[in-house]
T-cell receptor, first 112, second 112 residues
């Protein structure tokens, strides 16, 4: 089954404790992206990647890191999480030339 | 700055009626406009897109209309069904498909 998977689905952590949210897709897509979704703000892009070893900032990259060492994986790293990073995070992938992105099920992160 | 927004945060329609969800945009340089559907507890799902050089595009039970004069986008859903209950997001992108800017979303509720 073609899909985007994210782990963990739920995470509660404390301020300053480094964490990684994994994202994997099995559709051989070149493009991958991370979004955060907050009430009243819709989805905002954090980082995106057009291919292996190519990453670019989205609209809200501060406090996040990403890497794209393999085509199928695009982990999101929070080196020192803060409460304002409490949010619902979505990973997405797609064919580079298409506006159709395939989203994962989401990761709900709470930072206390 | 550029923004994509929605006229109404909620919309209730009777099952079987047609639904019209509206969206205003401000970036006249956007090349594509896209509609996504997000069901409760799931990631957004692509519905349909329209290029800026078109004013209408039809899919299965859905029609997207683009009025560049007033920078307005709408999604029409024919014969609304219970499964259409969701939050609908409009989004825009430039010539590169990598950057999507999402609106805040409209919640569509179907009354039996």
């Amino acid at each position: 089954e073609a899909q985007v998977t994210q782990n963990p689905r739920y995470l509660i952590t404390v301020t300053g404790k480094k964490l990684t949210v994994t994202c994997s897709q099995n559709m051989n897509h070149e493009y991958m992206s991370w979004y955060r979704q907050d009430p009243g703000l819709g989805l905002r892009q954090i980082y995106y990647s057009m291919n292996v070893e190519v990453t670019d900032k989205g609209d809200v990259p501060e406090g996040y890191k990403v890497s794209r060492k393999e085509k199928r994986n695009f982990p999101l790293i929070l080196e020192s999480p803060s409460p304002n990073q409490t949010s619902l995070y979505f990973c997405a992938s797609g064919v580079r030339s298409s506006r159709e992105q395939y989203f994962g099920p989401g990761t709900r992160l709470t930072v206390t | 700055g550029e923004s994509v927004g929605l006229h109404l945060p909620t919309l209730s329609v009777q099952e079987g009626d047609n639904s019209i969800i509206n969206c205003a945009y401000s970036n006249s340089a956007s090349d594509y406009f896209i509609w996504y559907k997000q069901e409760s507890g799931k990631g957004p799902q692509f519905i349909i897109d329209i290029r800026s050089n078109m004013d209408k595009r039809q899919g299965q039970r859905v029609t997207v209309l683009l009025n560049k004069t007033v920078k307005h986008l709408s999604l029409q859903i024919a014969a609304t069904q219970p499964g259409d209950s969701a939050v609908y997001f409009c989004a825009e992108s430039g010539q590169g498909a990598q950057k999507l800017v999402f609106g805040q979303g409209t919640r569509l509720t179907i009354n039996p």
